[in-house]
């Protein structure tokens, strides 16, 4: 990322940030380039009410408010650059952004570090019966004698791995399940990809996935192709011991057919880092469960990777202002 699109060219431009958190380095990047209009709120209203009227030439988008027509129409005809400080876009109406001739740019690879962690994070809670564990405790169940069966969790070591998606989140989880001493790592995609055999993975169909992980990753975005595809079927295919963790979007998920299928016994865990909705009703069903661990979509959440998806965001923005190409366009 060393260069980026020059004040020379540009006249003080317009970029409308839809999020009052946004990290400072963002601001500093835009500074001397363009003018910069902070939303008031994370809300629709609060963003549709500091667009209105505004005339701006970018947004840069961070959270989950849907930009979609209405978010455009107000926003007016002269906006040619959206950037979302995000990997995934499922938020956004791509679609229209083509029609329009928007340019989309958002932040991937910066946070695959982060977000692996997470993975890793929930894997092992999950099968180490964190949640449970912790219940014990909470509880007084911890039983004083030494029962060598008691809270017995699964191995990583020696496990075979089934990750849904080997981009750049799914081979940074891979790299790190190498070091947990794995024996065998599969994936699905649409395609077998060199990184896999960089990897030593192994390119299979679904059900062979399913059959033989002992632990699944979901790594893929959503798309209309993803969305549900953990159904029913997919768990009954799922080993009695797997475990499913999912670090991508909850809609990949049949959250009733995954509930059903924890409570019943047919997998052993789920480590979820996003469910549907977000935020989680707290009478879901997902939190009384003691072979569930859940996190808050954190994925992405730690300072270094926060400051580094604004930058990229910013950066994007001013090339897509100055008609370059952006660091990571998105393909509309
Ligand atoms: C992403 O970047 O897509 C993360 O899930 C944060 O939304």
């Not at 059959?211 to 975005?221: C, G, M, V």
Request: aromatic share 6%.
């Amino acid at each position: 990322l060393s260069k980026i699109a020059c004040a020379e060219n540009m006249a003080l431009k317009k970029v409308f940030i839809a999020n009052p958190s946004v990290p400072r380095v963002a601001y500093n990047i835009f500074e001397n380039f363009v003018e910069v209009i902070t939303s008031s709120g994370y809300d629709r209203e609060s963003i549709i009410k500091g667009l209105s009227g505004a005339n701006v030439d970018a947004l840069f988008w961070a959270g989950g408010v849907k930009l979609d027509k209405e978010i455009l129409d107000t926003a007016g005809p002269q906006v040619k650059v959206v950037g979302t400080m995000s990997a995934g876009y499922n938020h956004i109406d791509t679609a229209l952004l083509k029609a329009k001739g928007i340019v989309l740019g958002n932040t991937p690879r910066v946070l695959d570090d982060a977000v692996a962690d997470v993975a890793l994070l929930l894997a092992m809670s999950a099968s180490r019966r964190y949640t449970e564990g912790r219940r014990h405790i909470e509880e007084g169940t911890w039983i004083n004698f030494f029962n060598t069966q008691w809270m017995l969790g699964q191995d990583i070591s020696g496990s075979t791995v089934g990750i849904v998606g080997l981009g750049n989140i799914g081979q940074a989880i891979a790299k790190r399940l190498k070091g947990f001493g794995v024996a065998k790592i599969l994936y699905t995609g649409h395609r077998e990809k060199p990184e896999g055999k960089e990897l030593g993975a192994q390119f299979v169909n679904q059900d062979t996935l399913n059959r033989e992980s002992d632990f699944i990753f979901l790594a893929a975005p959503l798309t209309n192709e993803t969305n549900q595809m953990c159904n029913a079927d997919f768990f009954s295919k799922m080993k009695k011991t797997g475990i499913i963790v999912n670090i991508s979007r909850g809609q990949l998920i049949d959250q009733a057919a995954l509930i059903k299928a924890l409570k019943d016994g047919e997998i052993f865990a789920a480590g979820l880092d996003v469910m549907d909705p977000e935020p989680l009703n707290r009478d879901s069903e997902l939190l009384k469960l003691s072979n569930v661990v859940l996190t808050p979509h954190i994925g992405s959440a730690t300072n270094n990777t926060r400051n580094a998806m604004a930058e990229l965001t910013a950066k994007n923005i001013l090339r897509g202002l100055g008609g370059e190409e952006m660091f990571t366009p998105v393909k509309l």
